[in-house]
């Protein structure tokens, strides 16, 4: 299981990605953050979604349960929704071509209280940057 999350302080503003994944069994197989940068709150959103399916990968799944509590990249991962911005497009496409890469995957809508982990992540990510 794949639990991702982004967040931008501004939006745009200072932005950071966070991602959890769990093994079949549950336990916690890798949690990360990471500073982005400037950008919105859905660019980072879509950033910490292929982060964390590029980490899934280096760790070896085939398939993946990818829970996110963006409606919006739910909807347009899942082909509801079309990508209208051009900024989101480059993102868009870097999660299909990574979900192409696994034999077997599933994008699901969850809410944000389900979500803390991931959140605390990118959250954290951006705090950590302005301390050093």
Known sequence: MVFSDGAAKGN?????????????QGQIRSENGKFL??????????????????EALS???KAVKVHLDSELLVRQINGQYRVK???????YQQAQDLLRRF???????IPREQNQEA??????????HYKT
């Open 37 to 54: 940068g400037q950008g919105t709150n859905n660019e980072a959103e879509y950033q910490a979604l292929t982060a964390a399916l590029e």
């Open 59 to 61: 760790l070896g799944a």
């Open 85 to 91: 911005s051009d900024r989101l497009r480059k993102f």
């Open 12 to 24: 745009p503003g200072p932005s950071g990605a966070g991602w959890l994944i769990r093994d079949p």
């Open 103 to 109: 034999h077997d995957y599933a994008i699901i809508h």
């Open 119 to 128: 959140d605390r992540l990118a959250n954290e990510a951006i705090k950590d």
